[in-house]
């Protein structure tokens, strides 16, 4: 015989741990113990029926516990002080005599612990301890409904198993329901978790404005910057770029707004695409793989020097899509301020300032100035290092002649300081370079440890080109080498993998996202070459309520806007026209018209582009010429 109240004493155990599980880690010091201790210890007090703290006792702690930390809460903090609150009055209903309602209180506050802990941090556990939970609290409520009525109802073990069973077929329901209803709902690009509690900015290694000899020693950082899910890349390919620094202020080089020039064009090898998951971060900086051609799938402002800053804070999860030509060159055509991109820092000194003369006066060539700055930078013997740097006003001084040893900003900070002074233009571009990549996700993970900086430099036909005087380091290939050998092992990879499918299926699961599985069906409903009669009600009623279901998918998506009509309807004319899949996922619009020498796809192109190149919207009159060429296709 089991009794049904040491049943609910163990599972009130149960449920309690499962709801503290995510939120362990962001517990308060003294009342992370208190918690872990209250688990067993209710326990023992239900089974010994003697609890340590009387009712009137109990009261005053859980409103002590809750006004401390309701004082915590502020506007860019409400989840942890709510749920530490909530953890305090579990503790105090574990350790106090229970009656029905009380099991109903501890079932309930679980529940809203473990929501609160997805304001918090929604990781992949988060899914274990949900399905866990539900099981728990609603085999707990069954058990709840037949101890009111006798509180001292004992069972035998065969009735206790059928109950039990009864039991667990409400929580796999009601989880098949909770899949079905995350997929079919309408989603928002700003979920409620933001509002309530924004999602934790990480402290980047990506600095905003360099000056080499502040520290003589650095640390790395190996917390997540990003995932890139794309194609493998060649070592010398994978610089992921983000902000550009073009001026020298007070011994630190910084963003100056750069001078209007002509219109860049990318020259290079074929693109690839790349789907980019950022970390939440305290800047709006979007990476790209350099060199970027089109980014979308964000709103986001794109600078003359292949910046692309989002236009609100990446305080959360999302996704966005990069079209990159890597180890491509950026052509301007048209004119260069280039007297912008030659001015110095204010000190320099005087054994720098000669070389940069010397180089200077080897000859009006400047590309022979690029190749005599390269080879000094090979002879120095300089050592890529993260302590016992140079420091003080002359630290590249000392960096370049002296102590030899430096990280990224050393060698990239010396290398325009000396090519500017040569008359070379040039800035400095901030990024990251590596990433471990993984085979079985199909994508690069990119730490902090990745950030990185290099040069690039104005050619006399008016190219800029990415120099990486890193490179020539001595011990390049043990340093910045390791970055290329993909040292996550096997079951790391099998980690990452199941925590970026996550991220990728539930975290950053959008509208967009939504249209094209619906779509899809839709799809796969309109090959169905046969159509079988229905042989009994069975069949009937499936049919029904597919055709509900249906319904409601269809009244939960938004009109596709007018760019994605036109879209469609060119690819749809191609294919009536050519009688093939013409326009190939990944294929652009410029290449369709120039592989068809089709003058209205190429017009197509040159309007459809102009509007979202520039991140805008068609306008009518732009509509109405996009019509008209698709009559002519």
């Given at each position: 015989?089991?009794?049904?109240?040491?049943?609910?004493?163990?599972?009130?155990?149960?449920?309690?741990?499962?709801?503290?599980?995510?939120?362990?880690?962001?517990?308060?010091?003294?009342?992370?113990?208190?918690?872990?201790?209250?688990?067993?210890?209710?326990?023992?007090?239900?089974?010994?029926?003697?609890?340590?703290?009387?009712?009137?006792?109990?009261?005053?702690?859980?409103?002590?516990?809750?006004?401390?930390?309701?004082?915590?809460?502020?506007?860019?903090?409400?989840?942890?002080?709510?749920?530490?609150?909530?953890?305090?009055?579990?503790?105090?209903?574990?350790?106090?005599?229970?009656?029905?309602?009380?099991?109903?209180?501890?079932?309930?506050?679980?529940?809203?612990?473990?929501?609160?802990?997805?304001?918090?941090?929604?990781?992949?556990?988060?899914?274990?301890?949900?399905?866990?939970?539900?099981?728990?609290?609603?085999?707990?409520?069954?058990?709840?409904?037949?101890?009111?009525?006798?509180?001292?109802?004992?069972?035998?073990?065969?009735?206790?198993?059928?109950?039990?069973?009864?039991?667990?077929?409400?929580?796999?329901?009601?989880?098949?329901?909770?899949?079905?209803?995350?997929?079919?709902?309408?989603?928002?690009?700003?979920?409620?978790?933001?509002?309530?509690?924004?999602?934790?900015?990480?402290?980047?290694?990506?600095?905003?404005?360099?000056?080499?000899?502040?520290?003589?020693?650095?640390?790395?950082?190996?917390?997540?910057?990003?995932?890139?899910?794309?194609?493998?890349?060649?070592?010398?390919?994978?610089?992921?770029?983000?902000?550009?620094?073009?001026?020298?202020?007070?011994?630190?080089?910084?963003?100056?707004?750069?001078?209007?020039?002509?219109?860049?064009?990318?020259?290079?090898?074929?693109?690839?695409?790349?789907?980019?998951?950022?970390?939440?971060?305290?800047?709006?900086?979007?990476?790209?793989?350099?060199?970027?051609?089109?980014?979308?799938?964000?709103?986001?402002?794109?600078?003359?020097?292949?910046?692309?800053?989002?236009?609100?804070?990446?305080n959360r999860r999302f996704r966005f899509e990069?079209?990159?030509?890597?180890?491509?060159?950026?052509?301007?055509?048209?004119?260069?301020?280039?007297?912008?991109?030659?001015k110095p820092p204010e000190h320099v000194s005087?054994?720098?300032?000669?070389?940069?003369?010397?180089?200077?006066?080897?000859?009006?060539?400047?590309?022979?100035?690029?190749?005599?700055?390269?080879?000094?930078?090979?002879?120095?013997?300089?050592?890529?290092?993260?302590?016992?740097?140079?420091?003080?006003?002359?630290?590249?001084?000392?960096?370049?002649?002296?102590?030899?040893?430096?990280?990224?900003?050393?060698?990239?900070?010396?290398?325009?300081?000396?090519?500017?002074?040569?008359?070379?233009?040039?800035?400095?571009?901030?990024?990251?370079?590596?990433?471990?990549?993984?085979?079985?996700?199909?994508?690069?993970?990119?730490?902090?440890?990745?950030?990185?900086?290099?040069?690039?430099?104005?050619?006399?036909?008016?190219?800029?080109?990415?120099?990486?005087?890193?490179?020539?380091?001595?011990?390049?290939?043990?340093?910045?080498?390791?970055?290329?050998?993909?040292?996550?092992?096997?079951?790391?990879?099998?980690?990452?993998?199941?925590?970026?499918?996550?991220?990728?299926?539930?975290?950053?699961?959008?509208?967009?996202?939504?249209?094209?599985?619906?779509?899809?069906?839709?799809?796969?409903?309109?090959?169905?070459?046969?159509?079988?009669?229905?042989?009994?009600?069975?069949?009937?009623?499936?049919?029904?309520?597919?055709?509900?279901?249906?319904?409601?998918?269809?009244?939960?998506?938004?009109?596709?806007?007018?760019?994605?009509?036109?879209?469609?309807?060119?690819?749809?004319?191609?294919?009536?026209?050519?009688?093939?899949?013409?326009?190939?996922?990944?294929?652009?619009?410029?290449?369709?018209?120039?592989?068809?020498?089709?003058?209205?796809?190429?017009?197509?192109?040159?309007?459809?582009?102009?509007?979202?190149?520039?991140?805008?919207?068609?306008?009518?009159?732009?509509?109405?010429?996009?019509?008209?060429?698709?009559?002519?296709?």
């Open positions: 015989m089991v009794r049904i109240k040491r049943l609910l004493d163990i599972l009130s155990g149960v449920v309690a741990l499962l709801c503290m599980g995510p939120i362990l880690a962001y517990l308060d010091r003294p009342l992370l113990p208190v918690a872990l201790l209250a688990i067993p210890l209710g326990f023992w007090c239900d089974r010994r029926e003697h609890y340590p703290l009387p009712t009137w006792l109990a009261t005053l702690v859980a409103l002590a516990g809750m006004a401390f930390y309701a004082v915590q809460i502020t506007r860019a903090e409400v989840a942890i002080p709510v749920v530490h609150a909530m953890v305090v009055l579990m503790i105090v209903r574990l350790l106090t005599p229970k009656e029905g309602r009380d099991y109903l209180q501890i079932f309930v506050l679980a529940l809203f612990i473990l929501a609160g802990s997805s304001l918090i941090h929604l990781g992949i556990g988060f899914a274990l301890y949900l399905v866990l939970l539900v099981f728990g609290v609603i085999l707990g409520l069954v058990l709840l409904t037949v101890y009111v009525t006798d509180k001292n109802m004992t069972m035998t073990r065969p009735d206790l198993k059928k109950l039990v069973k009864i039991g667990l077929i409400l929580p796999a329901v009601s989880l098949l329901l909770m899949m079905a209803f995350f997929v079919v709902l309408p989603r928002t690009s700003h979920p409620l978790w933001n509002f309530l509690n924004p999602a934790a900015k990480g402290k980047v290694g990506l600095a905003e404005t360099v000056q080499p000899g502040s520290f003589a020693q650095i640390s790395t950082v190996k917390a997540l910057a990003f995932r890139a899910e794309g194609p493998e890349l060649a070592p010398r390919d994978r610089y992921w770029r983000a902000l550009v620094l073009n001026q020298s202020e007070q011994g630190r080089w910084v963003r100056k707004k750069p001078p209007v020039e002509g219109n860049g064009q990318v020259e290079g090898p074929a693109t690839v695409i790349f789907m980019i998951y950022p970390e939440p971060r305290t800047d709006r900086y979007l990476m790209t793989l350099d060199r970027p051609i089109l980014v979308s799938g964000v709103r986001k402002e794109q600078t003359v020097d292949q910046m692309f800053v989002a236009r609100s804070a990446i990069v079209r990159a030509s890597p180890g491509a060159s950026l052509r301007v055509a048209g004119k260069v301020d280039r007297e912008f991109y030659l005087p054994r720098i300032r000669q070389l940069a003369t010397e180089i200077r006066n080897q000859s009006e060539d400047l590309s022979v100035r690029i190749n005599t700055l390269a080879d000094f930078f090979r002879n120095q013997e300089l050592s890529y290092a993260l302590d016992d740097l140079p420091s003080g006003p002359d630290a590249i001084d000392s960096f370049l002649f002296e102590k030899k040893r430096g990280y990224c900003e050393f060698f990239a900070s010396a290398y325009i300081t000396l090519a500017r002074l040569a008359g070379i233009p040039s800035r400095l571009v901030g990024g990251y370079y590596g990433g471990d990549y993984n085979p079985l996700g199909g994508y690069y993970l990119v730490t902090e440890e990745a950030a990185h900086l290099w040069v690039e430099i104005l050619t006399a036909d008016n190219r800029w080109q990415r120099i990486d005087p890193s490179q020539w380091a001595i011990n390049a290939e043990t340093t910045l080498g390791m970055r290329d050998q993909g040292q996550l092992n096997a079951l790391r990879q099998l980690a990452d993998s199941l925590n970026y499918h996550w991220v990728q299926a539930v975290v950053v699961f959008d509208l967009q996202q939504q249209i094209s599985i619906f779509r899809e069906a839709g799809t796969r409903l309109r090959n169905l070459r046969s159509v079988r009669a229905p042989e009994d009600w069975r069949e009937i009623t499936g049919a029904v309520l597919g055709g509900a279901i249906l319904v409601v998918v269809v009244f939960s998506l938004r009109r596709k806007s007018k760019e994605a009509r036109l879209l469609e309807e060119f690819r749809r004319r191609l294919k009536k026209r050519y009688g093939y899949e013409v326009m190939l996922p990944g294929s652009g619009l410029v290449e369709i018209g120039e592989q068809l020498d089709n003058e209205e796809c190429r017009q197509f192109a040159r309007i459809y582009y102009g509007a979202i190149f520039r991140d805008r919207v068609l306008t009518m009159q732009e509509f109405t010429e996009l019509k008209g060429l698709l009559k002519k296709i």
